[in-house]
């Protein structure tokens, strides 16, 4: 099965972090341009040299995606210069474990609702009346296993993962029959630089791959997987 974006805009939320760049090379080596937001301009630099010869289809924003506004107003371009957006991925998130819930922080929870709840949310919202107009597109959002396997010390990240499944879930249900579908994916613990550092004595063996879950990304963008719509969508690996 042969995947193209040929002519296609894309929007990748975080596209220079560990998954996001992996996922914005994925999409660019298939046709399509990309519009990545970051966060660190050397991280931009490294993905557009990553890039190679398709670097010239790809675009970046320094936006803070937990802001509205600003959120609001990288889309407003975005569609302005190219007239369409056809998919969004978002990538952003954060974690913090290790915590138990009575020692943990409001401000941590907090942090936790801004990355993995509210930047689904201001994308989304960003995003959708071009899609609707066109009735057409695709939106995919990084959740986490945890959503679902609420593990000890983590009870902010996984609320948050949690409320993010059931955000887009209901969103599916928002978009139905409008030409616009809305999935998620639930990695485990991804195989970045990040996290091995973090987690040096674990077995990176059974950590999916950034690689491997972009090729799960960009086929639940494409028209090949026009059947799937309000799902979420296990990328486990062996861990």
Not at 3 to 32: H, M, N, P
Not at 105 to 130: D, I, K, Y
Not at 147 to 171: C, I, N, R
């Amino acid at each position: 099965m042969k995947i193209s974006f040929d002519g296609k805009i894309v929007i990748v939320a975080g596209g220079t972090g560990g998954l996001g760049r992996s996922v914005s090379l994925a999409f660019l080596s298939e046709g399509a341009s990309v519009a990545v937001t970051y966060r660190h301009e050397e991280e931009l630099a490294a993905l557009k040299s990553a890039a190679g010869p398709n670097g010239s289809a790809l675009s970046g924003c320094k936006v803070d995606v937990t802001d509205e506004k600003a959120t609001a107003k990288f889309a407003e371009e975005l569609v302005s210069k190219h007239g369409k957006v056809d998919a969004l991925v978002n990538t952003v998130g954060g974690y913090a474990g290790g915590i138990p819930l009575w020692k943990t922080e409001t401000s941590l929870l907090e942090q936790m609702v801004s990355l993995n709840l509210r930047s689904g949310f201001n994308l989304s919202r960003a995003v959708l009346p071009a899609m609707l107009k066109q009735a057409h597109g695709s939106i995919v959002n990084v959740a986490a296993k945890a959503a679902f396997d609420h593990g000890a010390g983590a009870s902010a990240y996984a609320a948050t993962k949690a409320a993010a499944v059931a955000m887009m879930d209901s969103l599916a249900a928002d978009v139905k029959g409008k030409g616009v579908r809305v999935n998620s994916i639930l990695p485990s613990i991804i195989d970045t630089v990040a996290n091995r550092q973090a987690m040096p004595n674990s077995k990176f063996e059974t950590w999916p791959k950034p690689e491997d879950i972009a090729k799960v990304i960009l086929f639940l963008c494409s028209d090949e997987s026009k059947v799937i719509h309000g799902a979420a969508i296990p990328v486990y690996g062996d861990s």
